[in-house]
């Protein structure tokens, strides 16, 4: 059963650089598009992007300026960088993995907290 | 793009349904027939419960049950139980991205 695990600073300062990694295990990264989702403290989800195993990616509009998405398909990990960080930023984040053609995301992480502040 | 319309809150009793609308515009929800809806209790990940509209994933009770008219997608719940109290999302594709609503909190009495 494939299981993800996010990993990353808890605490990053404002306007620096946010940069998560999800790990990928039970299974292989390869073939399946894999997301990056987040959800501010008694917010909603807002979906940040995707990223697929040969490196193409889709980005949310509102983000896609501050927003980079990677894989590493040796390490079964996939990574998100944040750039130019405020307090607006501070959310769970969570990472998924997308079933193609059908645009859900079936695999989710526990989620990791970032707070941006100084 | 803009967030999906939820109502904030719904409650049932046990043994009662619910329904849940999620409303956009043609560009997401009735452009589209790929309408998910997810789970998310409180301190947890959110957990698919259907996806492409009306399509159940594996291991997901058939109480939960989706549907879609024009610019309105709905999840309704039959047969409440207590552990079905949680939030609940709407999520659609929309133009290469994805747009979830803004969240409903059932209430079972």
């Known amino acids: 059963q494939v299981q993800l695990q996010e990993s990353g600073p808890g605490l990053v300062k404002p306007s620096e650089t946010l940069s998560l990694t999800c790990t990928v295990s039970?299974?292989?990264?390869?073939?399946?598009?894999w997301s990056w989702i987040r959800q501010p403290a008694g917010k909603g989800l807002e979906w940040i992007g995707r990223?697929?195993?040969?490196?193409?990616?889709n980005y949310n509009p509102s983000l896609k300026s501050r927003v980079t998405m990677s894989v590493d398909t040796s390490k079964n990990q996939f990574s998100l960088k944040l750039s130019s960080v405020t307090a607006a930023d501070t959310a769970v984040y969570y990472c998924a993995r997308e079933v193609e053609y059908d645009f859900c995301m079936d695999v989710w992480g526990q989620g990791t907290t970032v707070t941006v502040s100084s | 793009q803009s967030a999906l319309t939820q109502p904030a809150s719904v409650s049932g009793s046990p043994g009662q349904s619910i329904t849940i609308s999620c409303t956009g515009t043609s560009s997401d929800v009735g452009g589209y027939n790929y309408v998910s809806w997810y789970q998310q209790h409180p301190g947890k990940a959110p957990k698919l419960m259907i996806y492409?509209?009306?399509n159940r994933p594996s291991g997901v009770s058939n109480r939960f049950s989706g549907s879609k008219s024009g610019n309105t997608a709905s999840l309704t719940i039959s047969g409440l139980q207590a552990e079905d109290e949680a939030d609940y999302y709407c999520?659609?594709?929309?133009?290469?991205?994805?747009?979830f609503g803004g969240g409903t909190k059932l209430t079972v009495l």
């Open positions: 999520s659609s594709y929309t133009s290469s991205s994805r747009v």
């Open positions: 990223i697929y195993t040969s490196g193409s990616t």
């Open positions: 039970g299974g292989s990264i390869s073939s399946y598009y």
């Open positions: 492409d509209v009306s």
